[in-house]
């Protein structure tokens, strides 16, 4: 069974970076997609950034281009979200999600998903 788990969250001021972390365990993910979104109050969740394990694909929400990175560190089984220039509108649950079909941008695309990590920016 895959079991993502996130961390790095907290509370920072507007301008501010985080660096979330996603480590993922129960299989082997050399074939993975992973993704990141976020559910801020009283909004759907929505997509952020996605790679798939070998690094080959990345894909990056038009509101976090040139701000957020995504990256893996395969021996640790670890994605990392490094998030830069943080604004109040990023403010939201940040989750980790992954899958072994191809790498998307949609909720439906991850099969397996993290409990969650509040980030919450303010100005």
């Known amino acids: 069974q895959v079991q993502l788990v996130e961390t790095g969250g907290g509370l920072v001021q507007a301008g501010g970076s985080l660096r979330l972390s996603c480590a993922a365990s129960?299989?082997?993910?050399?074939?993975?997609?992973m993704g990141w979104f976020r559910q801020a109050p009283g909004k759907a969740r929505e997509f952020v950034a996605a790679?798939?394990?070998?690094?080959?694909?990345?894909y990056y929400a038009d509101s976090v281009k040139g701000r957020f990175t995504v990256s893996r560190e395969k021996a640790k089984n670890t994605v990392y979200l490094q998030m830069n220039s943080l604004k109040p509108e990023d403010t939201a649950v940040y989750y980790c999600?992954?899958?072994?079909?191809?790498?998307?941008?949609?909720?439906?695309?991850?099969?397996?998903w993290g409990q969650g990590t509040q980030v919450t920016v303010s100005s």
């Open positions: 790679l798939t394990w070998s690094g080959g694909n990345i």
């Open positions: 999600a992954a899958d072994e079909r191809a790498i998307s941008t949609i909720e439906s695309g991850y099969d397996y």
């Open positions: 129960g299989r082997t993910f050399s074939y993975f997609a």
